[in-house]
């Protein structure tokens, strides 16, 4: 069985991007718009891990994360945040919000798959 | 990464539509219309085409879109003020950014030292200059094949073990955010040789075990080349949530930041700590909530669904081939129902109800399929008219006047591809009306107007047309001017008696401009003439209306779809042609009492006393010169542009049914009185008739019988 991730991006290019690269690691992917969108998916999608970006319309990421973290569906499920943020200061505020880790955009492929090896498995 | 060429035509397209969001939103801000959203809505914009072109290495577009972020992040964070002129540089920027992503569409780059100057431009005005070259925003590189943030060339290049001791002990909360220890420790190990010892005094005595709780720790000893820091780098993520101690012989050759005998990342989260103890398995480890997420209150995500109600409605992108197969199909289908009615008509089971009914009921259908075939192909004007606030930016600045865009009607629907066709028309329009129409402010300040002109753009659906109106509050056309260059340029004669409308008309002559100085912007070589053969090529037309010192007002009449229309069939000189049926008024059977005669050649029809020109659609054509008795008899009064109607002898009217529109242009090019064919019930061709072309044919064309000879 593959691994369950849901990727959630308020941009169409980053989705797709994503789901390409994603798809051909290997994992299964299912995409949402933003953290509501996100959240409203969580308990059909049953995620294996989870990538969000930060800065979204509606929910953000800080918002998706506190609010998995908090509810019942998946509250241990890893989450890695997607952002072009590198500051410090942020990523401190995604760990406090719980995020178990986090990627950098641009990412390539091979970056990408392995930091989501590192934290999720199957 | 394969499929990267379709990622990037979506990053342009999503591209435009955040260019698009951006300008929207810091015009909101200027005229002071901005919601709460306004502004993260501005920064999500700019930050999102950072992060896709980062994502394709288009290197300037990110600079330049960082540099424009962190002055959007100043502002939404309250640092800076929205004032006039802050607003003026970032919508400057925003046009730019533009250009820049326009530019690499087409896989150029625009001018860096431009790029520079805007930007430098716009980080001055918002107080933040300084920005060194140096400081340009680099993306960080994220290496997870080696540890962060590692130089390569510190690493030995000859296989040298040396012993790492490590104790881990991950705290409750890294369980809570999501972190497995189980692959930390494989990670760790990875392939090297280690001892790992299990730490498990902790361990509660048996019911009082909360699976929420971390009990356990490990000291794992590694024979490793890997560096400190690798090693490190693998618990970067649980950092805060863990205790974590180092001991490690001396690296060689050294680590650049000197030896690290002894490294702890331990107590550095206390609130994750403090929040350890209320673990529970069914509530598991809450993280502090921040007062600003209410939607993280929620514990139901599943039954909350607010975006399926306030958001917009689902919709799918479809490649506009398919939807223009399913308009050409269409019209294959309505000229095909059209035969067959042509055939069941003629055969001798005609007149039976059922046959009749069905098919009505099919040309109901046929027509419920086009309509909606071509709502799929209608988009709301509104992205066209917002490139428009840029073009009275641009024309106003360089032509040392203030003015500004008013759009009414933006949700009006247009088919896609009159969209398309309309923008470069509509810009020189607009262009026109800010060169030519508005008045200088000084000028306008003298005769008691604000001195910031406005130009308003709105579109209407009005009787089965669409009509555009640019509309200025300028000075309207100077007649005399007008005339006195017509004459100096050998357009009309110096002793020609012209209407007023007559002269506004001749704007739309080839080579016509006012402009006694040839502005930046206007002395491109494309007048109004252009204009109009442009409109014309969507089968539509010009029409222009002016008020001395008040203003001038051109309108754009377009058909609602290029693909197929109303038409009545009709015979003139024995030619089956079809006119519009949006433009027909009324037909009638005149009394010669009703005809007057002008001059020689020209007659005009009383109407119930509105004089109408009287021309015969077989003569304008060149199908005859003369009528021959019980032809011309019956008039078809038409609506032409907004000056009025004409009347139109024809010999006898046909019926009344949708036709196919089949461009001429790209075979016989345009041809005057004409709009397009079609194709018949019979497999024969028939020519539409433009009716407000063919009043300017008038009734006695001096022109070579172009249809005579071709029979």
Known sequence: MSLRILAIDDSLTMREMLRQTLTEAGFDVVLAEDGIDGLTQLPDVAPDLILTDLNMPNMDGFGLIEAVRAGDVAPRVPILVLTTESAATLKERARQAGATGWITKPFDEHSLVSTIRRVAAV | MAGAIDLKDIFFVEAEELLSALEEGLRAIQTGAQEADTVNAVFRAVHSIKGGAGAFDLKPLVNFAHRFETVLDALRGGQLQP?????????????????????????????????QRVIVALEAQAGMGGHKEEEAFVFEPLA?????????????????????????????????????????????????????????????????????????????????????????????????????????????????DGPLPETSLAPSAPVVVAAAPVAAPPKPVAPPKSPDAPAAASPQPASSAPSASTGPRPTIRVDIDRVDRLVDILGELVIHQAMLTEAIEQSPGFGSVEVDRSLDQLRQLSRQIQESVMAIRAQPVKPLFDRMHRIVREASMAAGKSARLVTEGESTEV?????????????????????????????????GKPTEGVVKLSAAHRSGRIVITVQDDGAGIDRDKVRQIAIEKGLVPPNAELSPQEIDALLFLPGFSTATEVSALSGRGVGMDVVRSEIAGLGGRVGIASVRGQGTTLTISLPLTLAVLDGMVFEAAGQTLVLPVSTIIETLRPDIMMRHTLGRTDSVLDVRGRCLPLIDVGAALGFRRTLKPGEGEIVVVVERGDDGAI???????????????KGLE??????????????????????????????AIGPNPSRPNVFLAAE
């Open chain 2, 144 to 256: 997870l094949d080696g540890p962060f943030g590692m130089d390569l060339s510190a690493l030995p290049l000859t296989s040298l073990l040396r012993k790492v001791t490590l104790t881990f002990r991950p705290h409750s909360g890294a369980f809570a955010s999501g972190h497995d220890p189980a692959f930390l420790l494989r990670d760790l190990c990875g392939t090297d040789e280690v001892e790992v010892e299990l730490d498990q005094s902790a361990l509660p005595v048996p019911g009082g075990f909360d699976p929420g709780q971390s009990y356990l720790g490990w000291t794992v000893t590694l024979q490793t080349e890997r560096s400190d820091r690798e090693i490190l780098a693998i618990f970067d993520f649980i950092e805060g949530n863990c205790d974590l101690t180092l001991e490690a012989e001396a690296e060689t050759p050294p680590d650049p």
């Open chain 2, 83 to 115: 004032e006039p002129a802050l607003l003026g540089a970032l919508l400057h920027s925003s046009d730019h950014l533009a250009d820049m992503i326009n530019a690499s569409r087409n896989g150029t780059e625009t001018d860096p030292e431009l790029d």
């Open chain 2, 415 to 447: 088919d896609k591809t009159i969209i398309e066709r309309l923008a470069d028309p509509l810009t020189h329009m607009i262009r026109n009306s800010v060169d030519h129409g508005l008045e200088k402010p000084a000028r306008r300040d003298e005769i």
């Open chain 2, 647 to 661: 009347a139109l002898m024809v010999d006898g009217i046909r019926d009344q049914r949708q036709v196919v529109i």
């Open chain 2, 666 to 695: 790209a075979n016989y090019g345009q041809i005057p009185g004409i709009a397009a064919a079609t194709v018949l019930g019979d497999g024969s061709v028939a020519l539409i008739v433009d009716p407000s072309d063919l009043a």
